[in-house]
């Protein structure tokens, strides 16, 4: 009879951690009132036209395409993504749907089919599992439910031994691993979805009232850290076990002097120095502010000297015209192409380009949308907190001429949206319905961007410093 293994959980500042016990024989152990009568197809303003489109591309129904940009939006940002290692392997199940309480509708619609919001309870625990991968060792996998909240780590070297039958009847014990050979001898094709499935089933056993989600790991992070070849004292204390955390990788990075001011780390100067146009509101500025340390690890990891494949410089990952998009809109500046390299430069035009990206927004998406959108909200405050800077973050990462897409035909599919949380759901409802949606440009919307402002939030909750 083949024996359960048995294990130990230890409460760590990211979960349970869980190791496995050996016997003595040494086995592992978001309300429109309208009632009038509809106007008739010829009557269609130009404005209706276009919500009348969203409406029905987010029912599903096919439009021709060389009609859906009725409004020309501009765009500032090239398109790209940045996330955190995940390695789902061959077995990763797909994610459970959260159990939260449908809104009430209004009784009055102006669409005949309504799509249904259903929010999240509690949206922080979107933001827990990405803030956890920052300080898991690089020997461990973080596995989180299917809201993202962290459910524990198990080591790399844990085996699983399993009965099993040769193809000629005989019984033998197959060892199931996961490739790590210890120290920075990492899985050299990744960790196997055999491994992470038993990984899997095992968290099921010891939690049989949490559905496993995703799982993540750091190796990726870690295999790029060892190639920087012009950081050889990064590298050692890598190999010597000083640092074995993307944490500590980027500490590495924030902590080293800004050229031209020697005074300031690099995350003090991002933190204390940047600066924003007068024009964006003070919540959202204080927003942001709070946000960007976590925005600049995100992107670079401190990194002021990272190159990526596309071609994005620096530590807010500049992509050039983006870079001289900054600098045509706010010539005041003298953003010359050769000062994308320049931390101090950086860290000016990041902030400009935020105006840039909040004036994209506000001329993008209709007067109408937005007034609806705050019409969720208790106060204008919230509304700039938890929808207006989340939003901007987001468009850092995909663009905001998307964003404005994303934001019109949310609205326009649930006109009707009462009782949104003052809180972070209603915003991930929208990224959420972004994702799923195929009309227009966001059928390029996909889990990356959905996941990139969680992502920053859960950064910002690591490196941002306390007041």
């Known amino acids: 009879m083949e024996k359960s293994p048995k294990w130990n959980v230890t409460d760590t500042s990211y979960g349970p951690h869980l190791t496995r016990v050996r016997t003595e024989a040494g086995e ?22 276009y919500m009348l489109r969203n409406t029905l591309a987010a029912l599903g129904i096919a439009l021709v395409p060389a009609e859906i940009a009725e409004e020309p939006r501009q765009g500032f940002l090239s398109d790209r993504t940045a996330t955190i290692e995940s390695n789902q392997g061959e077995f990763a199940p797909e994610r459970a749907p959260v159990p939260v309480p449908r809104p ?7 669409a005949p089919v309504e799509a249904v919001v259903e929010f999240m309870s509690e949206p922080e625990r979107r933001i827990e599992g990405y803030a956890a991968t920052w300080t898991i060792p690089y020997d461990q996998v973080l596995f989180v439910d299917n809201t993202n909240r ?27 691993t996961s490739g790590y050979g210890g120290g920075l001898d990492f899985p050299k094709d990744g960790i196997p979805g055999e491994w992470l499935r038993a990984t899997r089933e095992k968290l099921s056993e010891q939690y049989p009232d949490t559905t496993i989600g995703d799982q993540y790991n750091v190796i990726q992070s870690f295999l790029a850290a060892l190639r920087e070849d012009d950081e050889p004292v990064l590298i050692e204390k890598i190999k010597s076990g000083e640092i074995t955390t993307v944490e500590g990788i980027v500490r590495y990075f924030a902590d080293k002097p800004v050229v031209g ?12 120095k940047i600066e924003f146009p007068d ?39 500049f992509m050039p015209a983006t870079w001289s998009g900054v600098d045509e809109t706010n010539p005041g500046l003298g953003m010359k192409p050769e000062e994308i390299i320049s931390l ?39 509304y700039e907190a938890y929808f207006l800077a989340p939003l901007m973050v987001t468009a850092y990462n995909v663009g905001g001429s998307r964003m404005a897409e994303a934001v019109e035909a949310f609205v326009a ?18 990224t959420d319905f972004a994702k799923e949606s195929k009309a227009g440009r966001l059928a390029e919307f996909d889990t990356a961007g959905a996941s990139y402002y969680p992502k920053v939030e859960g950064a910002a909750a690591v490196f941002t410093p306390q007041p």
């Open 28 to 49: 592992e152990g978001e309300q429109v009132d309208d009632n009038r009568e509809p106007d008739l197809p010829g009557e269609l303003t130009p404005r209706r036209r």
């Open 279 to 317: 024009y964006i509101p003070q919540r959202v500025q204080e927003e942001l502010r709070r946000l960007v340390p976590g925005l600049a690890a995100q992107e670079s990891k401190f990194n002021n000297g990272l190159t990526s494949s596309a071609g994005a410089k620096g530590i807010f990952q």
């Open 413 to 430: 599919a649930h006109p009707s949206l009462t009782d949104a949380p003052d809180n972070l759901a209603t915003f991930f409802a929208l």
């Open 261 to 272: 001011a020697e005074d300031y780390s690099r995350l003090e100067y991002v933190y204390e």
């Open 104 to 110: 009430q509708l209004s009784e009055t619609s102006v």
């Open 150 to 176: 962290p459910v524990g780590t198990v080591p790399l070297s844990v085996v699983y031994e399993e009965q099993r039958t040769k193809d000629n009847g005989e019984p033998f014990l197959y060892a199931n």
């Open 344 to 382: 101090k430069k950086q860290v000016e035009g990041a902030g400009q380009h935020f105006g840039n990206i909040y004036r994209e927004l506000h001329s993008a998406i209709h007067d109408e949308t937005q007034a609806t959108v705050r019409s969720w909200y208790e106060s204008e405050e919230a």
